[in-house]
């Protein structure tokens, strides 16, 4: 990980308060997706990005801090930083998306609404990372198809999640849901999960072609991020 992309990223939240700066920095630095965004190149190329259930705004601060760096300081072996020209969170969380206005104000926008019921508009990258989980099988299926609508023929989406086929990892990630649903103040609800592979059925009937790489490295998880294309 590299540790300059993590202080440019994480200063943004001194504007925010202690408790954001602190989140930002000890996430930025312990969830391995953000480095494997950048070291895959899986946002390159892409103009118009989409995060659903973006939080704090933690992977716009991210791909801003990476276009800002200097390239001496970049790490070697990575492809060249993404250069989108828009971002877009969409986030049911009211402070969540007031750190992130109060951290990046114009540089990426910021809504506070429920991604089960907003518009996508359209993307070439759409992100949702450790979400759907929470949201109902029904409606699970209905925001992957308006994703699959608001993508570009040439998109992607990246979407992050808990194999529920992975055993102690996967109970672990749970009990960590259950206290993130508290910490919001939304108490504790039934989430709603699936294995790798009825993920990727899913994405399948709705008309995604998908690959899948774990994402749990140093942390004691059962994550899985796939990649998705529409066919």
């Not at 920095?25 to 190329?45: E, N, Q, T």
């Not at 040439?154 to 979407?159: A, E, P, R």
Request: proline share 4%; charged share 20%; with cysteine.
């Amino acid at each position: 990980m590299a540790r300059d992309l993590i202080d440019t990223a994480s200063a943004s939240y001194r504007a925010a308060g202690r408790l954001a700066y602190h989140f930002a920095r000890g996430k930025l630095k312990a969830d391995p997706v953000f480095a494997a965004i950048l070291s895959r190149g899986l946002l390159a190329r892409r103009d118009h990005i989409l995060d659903l259930g973006c939080g704090q705004g933690l992977l716009a601060a991210w791909l801003l801090a990476a276009r800002r760096l200097d390239l001496a300081k970049w790490p070697d072996g990575w492809p060249r930083p993404p250069q989108p020209t828009a971002f877009r969170g969409i986030e049911i969380v009211g402070r969540y998306v007031k750190r992130a206005r109060l951290a990046l104000g114009h540089q990426a926008q910021f809504i506070e609404a429920d991604v089960r019921r907003t518009d996508f508009g359209r993307a070439d990258g759409i992100v949702i990372l450790d979400v759907l989980h929470y949201i109902e099988y029904a409606d699970q299926r209905s925001i992957l198809e308006r994703v699959h609508k608001a993508l570009t023929a040439d998109g992607v989406l990246l979407l992050r999640i808990g194999n529920a086929a992975g055993g102690l990892g996967f109970t672990l990630a749970t009990w960590v849901d259950q206290m993130v649903l508290l910490a919001c103040g939304r108490g504790l609800q039934q989430l709603h999960c699936r294995s790798t592979a009825q993920w990727r059925e899913l994405l399948s009937t709705i008309g995604f072609d998908s690959v899948t790489i774990p994402m749990s490295t140093g942390t004691p998880f059962a994550n899985v991020l796939i990649i998705a294309r529409p066919r």
